[in-house]
């Protein structure tokens, strides 16, 4: 599978965006898909995750209540609401896939990775 991720912008804290990752190549519904961010000098950290056709989801700490993942197969894409931004939030925000019906918070189990969408918080 192929994946892009768009949405990713400038944005005064309290603001939101809402990122997308399109997906092209083997049955999308297949997979459970999460987003993970690499902020400067920091280590990929996870984001938020759902499994596959839209089941359980797990968040982040930092993000619980304020960002929300889902999933829509007919469109073969992933979204991520980001409501309620903080500057803390500043980085650049990667969908992966994984080919398992169930989300993992890892990065080492996702074998499918787009490309990355910077998101900057900032006044």
């Known amino acids: 599978v192929q994946l892009q991720a768009s949405g990713g912008g400038l944005v005064q804290p309290g603001g939101s965006l809402r990122l997308s990752c399109a997906a092209s190549?083997?049955?999308?519904?297949?997979?459970?898909m999460g987003w993970f961010r690499q902020a400067p000098g920091k280590e990929r950290e996870f984001v938020a995750a759902v499994s596959r056709s839209g089941g359980p989801t797990s968040y982040t700490d930092s993000v619980q209540g304020r960002f929300t993942i889902s999933i829509d197969n007919a469109a073969n894409a992933v979204y991520l609401q980001m409501n309620s931004l903080k500057p803390e939030d500043t980085a650049v925000y990667y969908c992966a896939a994984r080919t398992s019906s169930y989300f993992s918070t890892y990065a080492r189990d996702y074998g499918y990775w787009g490309k990355g969408t910077q998101v900057t918080v900032s006044s």
């Open positions: 190549g083997r049955t999308f519904s297949t997979y459970a």
